[in-house]
């Protein structure tokens, strides 16, 4: 159990959305993402990049939205 932080990035490096952001249980877990801002606007097809964060682990994954 802990803290869990999914955040999504255009590659200027600006927050697009924040997905998750509270304390999490163990086990496994999904995510959709609907191609939206944190103000619920479509974004552009392109490229993002999701950042994880759980205590000290953190991890980038780049991702392409396609419409």
Not at 26 to 35: D, P, Q, T
Request: charged letters at 20%; one cysteine or more.
């Amino acid at each position: 159990d802990g803290f869990v932080d999914v955040t999504v990035y255009d590659m200027m490096g600006r927050v697009v959305n924040n997905l998750v952001s509270s304390k999490q249980s163990y086990g496994h877990k999904s995510i959709k993402w609907n191609a939206t801002n944190n103000q619920n606007q479509p974004v552009p097809a392109g490229i993002y990049i999701c950042k994880i964060e759980f205590g000290k682990f953190v991890a980038n994954r780049k991702m392409i939205l396609l419409k």
